[in-house]
Antibody, heavy 121, light 114 residues
Framework: DVQLVESGGGLVKPGGSLRLSCAASGFTFDYYTMNWVRQAPGKGLEWVASITSYGEYIYYADSVKGRFTIARDNAKNSVYLQMHSLQDEDTAVYSC??????????????WGQGTTVIVSS | QSVLTQPRSVSGSPGQSVTISCTGTSSDIGGYDYVSWYQHHPGKAPKFILYDVNKRPSGVPDRFSGSKSANTASLTISGLQAEDEADYYCCSFADTSAGTYMLVFGGGTKLTVL
């Protein structure tokens, strides 16, 4: 089965750091751009970051640029989101999603269930 | 960071059709035919229902269709069914003033099947 499973969420104080992981299975991982999308409580979906198949292109939302870093390890079929300087407004469910090829044509065709990040003192 | 504009809510009776609009700018919807749509039942993973404005992934019924005019994309759901009740999000590829690219989502539309 095609599957994405996120982990690493938790409670962190403002200004703290957290590293999220997303483990992929059931498909050829390096055929896909991987994305992180978040949903804050009571809010809509917000795109966070994308990384192409071999990391040749990386894109970030303005709201996280300079604080978050997306990375992938194709040997481990995993994508990561390193988050620093966390703020209250980063509280959300963070999901990873795959995109065939490069972003542009197509869409996020498989999503994980998400991992919850709560930033609170 | 731009957010595409969607109506907060729409509603329809079973069997009817509803259309959800998604308005952006020439830097996103107006500049590219790369609009995708997602159906989201709370507590579940979003489901991919349309891409490249009007293409359906395998397994998505033809009751779901898409279109685009200028800076506005639209999702039409015909023959409404109870299970269509969900939140719907549009997403567009976009270019930025910094010369790079990004994705941008709409604020989401809650569809109620009466």
């Amino acid at each position: 089965d095609v599957q994405l499973v996120e982990s690493g969420g938790g409670l962190v104080k403002p200004g703290g750091s957290l590293r999220l992981s997303c483990a992929a299975s059931g498909f050829t991982f390096d055929y896909y751009t991987m994305n992180w999308v978040r949903q804050a409580p009571g809010k809509g979906l917000e795109w966070v970051a994308s990384i192409t198949s071999y990391g040749e292109y990386i894109y970030y939302a303005d709201s996280v640029k300079g604080r978050f870093t997306i990375a992938r390890d194709n040997a481990k079929n995993s994508v990561y989101l390193q988050m620093h300087s966390l703020q209250d407004e980063d509280t959300a469910v963070y999901s990873c999603a795959r995109w065939p090829g490069s972003i542009g044509s197509g869409g996020m065709d498989v999503w994980g269930q998400g991992t919850t990040v709560i930033v609170s003192s | 960071q731009s957010v595409l504009t969607q109506p907060r809510s729409v509603s329809g009776s079973p069997g009817q059709s509803v259309t959800i609009s998604c308005t952006g700018t020439s830097s996103d919807i107006g500049g590219y035919d790369y609009v995708s749509w997602y159906q989201h039942h709370p507590g579940k993973a979003p489901k991919f229902i349309l891409y490249d404005v009007n293409k359906r992934p395998s397994g998505v019924p033809d009751r779901f269709s898409g279109s685009k005019s200028a800076n506005t994309a639209s999702l039409t759901i015909s023959g409404l069914q109870a299970e269509d009740e969900a939140d719907y999000y549009c997403c567009s590829f976009a270019d930025t003033s910094a010369g790079t690219y990004m994705l941008v989502f709409g604020g989401g539309t809650k569809l109620t099947v009466l």
